[in-house]
Protein backbone atom coordinates (compact mmCIF):
# COMPACT_ATOMS: atom_id res chain seq x y z
CA UNK A 1 0.00 0.00 0.00
CA UNK A 2 1.05 3.66 -0.43
CA UNK A 3 1.80 6.22 2.13
CA UNK A 4 1.97 9.72 2.18
CA UNK A 5 4.05 11.76 4.99
CA UNK A 6 4.37 15.33 5.60
CA UNK A 7 6.54 16.08 8.81
CA UNK A 8 5.78 19.27 8.76
CA UNK A 9 2.80 20.31 10.79
CA UNK A 10 2.81 23.89 10.49
CA UNK A 11 5.36 26.51 8.82
CA UNK A 12 5.68 30.11 8.66
CA UNK A 13 7.12 32.33 6.25
CA UNK A 14 7.50 36.42 5.81
CA UNK A 15 5.85 37.70 3.11
CA UNK A 16 8.45 38.02 -0.06
CA UNK A 17 10.60 35.35 0.99
CA UNK A 18 10.99 31.44 0.22
CA UNK A 19 9.65 28.68 1.36
CA UNK A 20 9.76 24.74 1.03
CA UNK A 21 7.31 22.09 2.00
CA UNK A 22 8.62 18.48 2.42
CA UNK A 23 6.84 15.46 1.29
CA UNK A 24 8.20 11.90 1.41
CA UNK A 25 6.19 8.55 0.01
CA UNK A 26 6.41 5.04 -0.58
CA UNK A 27 5.10 3.09 -3.28
CA UNK A 28 6.32 -0.02 -5.28
CA UNK A 29 5.00 1.45 -8.52
CA UNK A 30 7.41 2.22 -11.02
CA UNK A 31 5.13 4.98 -12.58
CA UNK A 32 2.89 7.24 -10.90
CA UNK A 33 1.48 10.83 -10.57
CA UNK A 34 2.12 13.42 -7.76
CA UNK A 35 0.33 16.34 -6.76
CA UNK A 36 0.49 19.90 -4.16
CA UNK A 37 -3.35 20.73 -3.81
CA UNK A 38 -3.81 24.18 -1.34
CA UNK A 39 -6.94 24.51 0.84
CA UNK A 40 -7.23 28.26 1.78
CA UNK A 41 -9.84 28.90 4.43
CA UNK A 42 -12.42 28.85 1.75
CA UNK A 43 -12.36 24.92 2.60
CA UNK A 44 -11.79 24.54 -1.45
CA UNK A 45 -8.60 22.46 -2.68
CA UNK A 46 -7.04 23.78 -5.49
CA UNK A 47 -4.65 22.16 -7.51
CA UNK A 48 -1.24 23.62 -7.24
CA UNK A 49 0.85 21.50 -9.15
CA UNK A 50 1.57 17.95 -10.39
CA UNK A 51 4.13 15.94 -11.33
CA UNK A 52 4.74 12.43 -13.41
CA UNK A 53 7.18 9.98 -12.17
CA UNK A 54 8.61 8.64 -15.77
CA UNK A 55 9.66 13.07 -16.40
CA UNK A 56 13.02 13.93 -14.88
CA UNK A 57 12.56 17.50 -14.97
CA UNK A 58 11.30 19.18 -12.21
CA UNK A 59 7.45 20.95 -12.73
CA UNK A 60 7.07 24.25 -12.19
CA UNK A 61 4.50 27.12 -12.01
CA UNK A 62 4.91 30.16 -11.86
CA UNK A 63 6.34 30.90 -8.46
CA UNK A 64 5.20 27.48 -7.71
CA UNK A 65 7.99 24.78 -7.87
CA UNK A 66 8.85 21.41 -6.90
CA UNK A 67 12.13 19.05 -5.85
CA UNK A 68 11.29 15.71 -6.93
CA UNK A 69 13.47 13.36 -6.25
CA UNK A 70 11.92 9.83 -7.63
CA UNK A 71 14.79 7.42 -5.76
CA UNK A 72 14.49 9.10 -2.40
CA UNK A 73 10.69 9.16 -2.95
CA UNK A 74 10.96 12.74 -2.21
CA UNK A 75 8.12 15.34 -3.40
CA UNK A 76 9.06 19.27 -1.89
CA UNK A 77 7.21 22.30 -2.82
CA UNK A 78 9.38 25.46 -3.30
CA UNK A 79 6.92 28.58 -2.71
CA UNK A 80 9.07 31.27 -4.07
CA UNK A 81 8.11 34.93 -3.36
CA UNK A 82 5.84 34.37 -0.75
CA UNK A 83 2.35 35.94 -0.97
CA UNK A 84 -0.01 36.89 1.89
CA UNK A 85 -2.89 34.88 -0.48
CA UNK A 86 -0.58 31.77 -0.17
CA UNK A 87 -1.26 31.27 3.65
CA UNK A 88 -3.29 27.83 3.34
CA UNK A 89 -3.24 24.49 4.40
CA UNK A 90 -1.36 22.32 1.78
CA UNK A 91 -1.71 19.00 0.99
CA UNK A 92 0.98 16.41 -1.29
CA UNK A 93 -1.44 13.73 -2.82
CA UNK A 94 0.01 10.59 -4.46
CA UNK A 95 -2.14 8.62 -7.35
CA UNK A 96 -1.35 5.19 -9.56
CA UNK A 97 -1.44 5.12 -13.06
CA UNK A 98 -3.02 2.14 -13.11
CA UNK A 99 -6.63 0.90 -11.85
CA UNK A 100 -9.05 3.59 -10.56
CA UNK A 101 -7.21 7.15 -10.21
CA UNK A 102 -7.64 7.60 -6.17
CA UNK A 103 -5.55 9.65 -4.23
CA UNK A 104 -3.53 9.15 -0.93
CA UNK A 105 -2.86 12.63 0.70
CA UNK A 106 -0.64 13.21 3.58
CA UNK A 107 -2.27 14.45 6.61
CA UNK A 108 -1.11 18.35 4.99
CA UNK A 109 0.82 21.17 6.17
CA UNK A 110 -0.40 24.57 7.49
CA UNK A 111 1.71 27.40 6.34
CA UNK A 112 1.12 31.11 7.28
CA UNK A 113 2.48 33.89 5.09
CA UNK A 114 3.95 36.91 7.85
CA UNK A 115 3.44 40.12 6.63
CA UNK B 1 -20.25 27.87 -13.15
CA UNK B 2 -19.75 24.65 -13.74
CA UNK B 3 -18.21 22.39 -11.57
CA UNK B 4 -19.29 19.91 -8.46
CA UNK B 5 -21.65 21.52 -6.05
CA UNK B 6 -22.33 19.88 -2.58
CA UNK B 7 -25.36 20.22 -0.18
CA UNK B 8 -25.15 21.10 2.55
CA UNK B 9 -22.51 23.09 3.32
CA UNK B 10 -23.09 22.71 6.80
CA UNK B 11 -25.12 20.71 9.24
CA UNK B 12 -25.95 19.54 13.26
CA UNK B 13 -27.33 16.12 13.76
CA UNK B 14 -27.81 14.29 17.30
CA UNK B 15 -26.45 11.06 17.63
CA UNK B 16 -28.53 8.31 15.66
CA UNK B 17 -29.97 10.18 13.33
CA UNK B 18 -29.86 9.75 9.63
CA UNK B 19 -28.93 11.83 6.85
CA UNK B 20 -27.51 11.98 2.97
CA UNK B 21 -25.07 14.47 1.81
CA UNK B 22 -25.62 15.22 -2.18
CA UNK B 23 -23.15 15.65 -5.00
CA UNK B 24 -23.80 16.63 -8.14
CA UNK B 25 -21.56 17.51 -11.45
CA UNK B 26 -22.04 19.01 -14.66
CA UNK B 27 -18.73 18.35 -16.91
CA UNK B 28 -19.58 14.59 -17.72
CA UNK B 29 -17.15 12.92 -15.47
CA UNK B 30 -17.38 8.79 -15.26
CA UNK B 31 -15.85 8.88 -11.58
CA UNK B 32 -17.19 10.54 -8.48
CA UNK B 33 -15.63 10.32 -4.97
CA UNK B 34 -16.49 10.82 -1.13
CA UNK B 35 -13.53 12.10 1.04
CA UNK B 36 -13.47 12.69 4.54
CA UNK B 37 -11.09 15.39 6.31
CA UNK B 38 -10.40 14.97 9.81
CA UNK B 39 -7.58 17.30 11.58
CA UNK B 40 -3.85 16.02 11.53
CA UNK B 41 -5.65 12.91 9.17
CA UNK B 42 -5.51 14.59 5.47
CA UNK B 43 -8.53 13.60 3.12
CA UNK B 44 -9.53 9.70 3.74
CA UNK B 45 -11.20 7.84 1.15
CA UNK B 46 -15.03 6.96 1.86
CA UNK B 47 -16.30 5.82 -1.30
CA UNK B 48 -15.56 5.74 -5.33
CA UNK B 49 -17.83 5.31 -8.07
CA UNK B 50 -15.16 4.40 -11.13
CA UNK B 51 -18.85 4.53 -13.63
CA UNK B 52 -22.84 5.10 -13.35
CA UNK B 53 -24.14 2.09 -12.00
CA UNK B 54 -20.51 1.06 -9.80
CA UNK B 55 -19.41 1.82 -6.30
CA UNK B 56 -16.57 0.38 -4.57
CA UNK B 57 -15.41 0.62 -0.53
CA UNK B 58 -12.26 3.15 0.19
CA UNK B 59 -10.15 3.40 2.99
CA UNK B 60 -12.91 4.50 5.55
CA UNK B 61 -16.40 3.09 4.53
CA UNK B 62 -17.77 1.94 7.72
CA UNK B 63 -21.17 3.91 8.53
CA UNK B 64 -21.94 5.23 5.68
CA UNK B 65 -23.63 4.02 2.18
CA UNK B 66 -23.50 5.29 -1.76
CA UNK B 67 -25.82 5.69 -4.18
CA UNK B 68 -24.64 6.64 -8.05
CA UNK B 69 -28.19 8.09 -8.71
CA UNK B 70 -26.75 8.40 -12.60
CA UNK B 71 -24.04 10.02 -14.00
CA UNK B 72 -24.41 13.50 -12.61
CA UNK B 73 -25.16 12.84 -8.96
CA UNK B 74 -23.47 11.01 -6.24
CA UNK B 75 -24.89 10.90 -2.73
CA UNK B 76 -23.66 9.74 0.98
CA UNK B 77 -25.86 8.56 3.33
CA UNK B 78 -24.99 8.05 7.22
CA UNK B 79 -27.40 5.55 8.42
CA UNK B 80 -27.05 5.89 12.31
CA UNK B 81 -24.72 9.24 12.79
CA UNK B 82 -22.09 9.06 15.40
CA UNK B 83 -19.64 11.71 16.76
CA UNK B 84 -16.59 9.77 15.40
CA UNK B 85 -18.57 10.86 11.82
CA UNK B 86 -17.87 14.68 12.71
CA UNK B 87 -16.11 15.80 9.98
CA UNK B 88 -15.80 18.29 6.85
CA UNK B 89 -16.69 15.97 3.86
CA UNK B 90 -15.81 16.16 0.08
CA UNK B 91 -17.47 14.86 -2.98
CA UNK B 92 -14.76 15.23 -6.29
CA UNK B 93 -15.23 13.88 -9.50
CA UNK B 94 -12.67 13.17 -12.37
CA UNK B 95 -12.49 12.35 -16.21
CA UNK B 96 -10.55 10.74 -18.80
CA UNK B 97 -7.41 13.32 -17.94
CA UNK B 98 -7.40 13.06 -14.37
CA UNK B 99 -3.87 12.26 -14.33
CA UNK B 100 -3.43 16.21 -16.12
CA UNK B 101 -6.26 17.70 -13.98
CA UNK B 102 -6.58 16.42 -10.55
CA UNK B 103 -9.74 16.31 -9.61
CA UNK B 104 -12.38 18.71 -9.29
CA UNK B 105 -13.90 19.16 -5.70
CA UNK B 106 -16.62 20.20 -3.98
CA UNK B 107 -16.71 22.79 -1.20
CA UNK B 108 -17.26 20.19 0.94
CA UNK B 109 -19.82 19.89 4.16
CA UNK B 110 -19.13 20.47 7.45
CA UNK B 111 -20.97 18.34 9.61
CA UNK B 112 -21.06 18.26 13.62
CA UNK B 113 -22.43 14.97 15.27
CA UNK B 114 -23.56 15.93 18.89
Known amino acids: AQTVTQSQPEMSVQEAETVTLSCTYD???????LFWYKQPPSRQMILVIR??????QNATENRFSVNFQKAAKSFSLKISDSQLGDTAMYFC????????????FGTGTRLKVLA | NAGVTQTPKFQVLKTGQSMTLQCAQD?????MYWYRQDPGMGLRLIYYSASEGTTDKGEVPNGYNVSRLNKREFSLRLESAAPSQTSVYFCASSGDSVPSRGYTFGSGTRLTVV
Open chain 1, 51 to 56: QEAYKQ
Open chain 1, 27 to 33: TSESNYY
Open chain 1, 93 to 104: AFMKTSGTYKYI
Open chain 2, 27 to 31: MNHNS
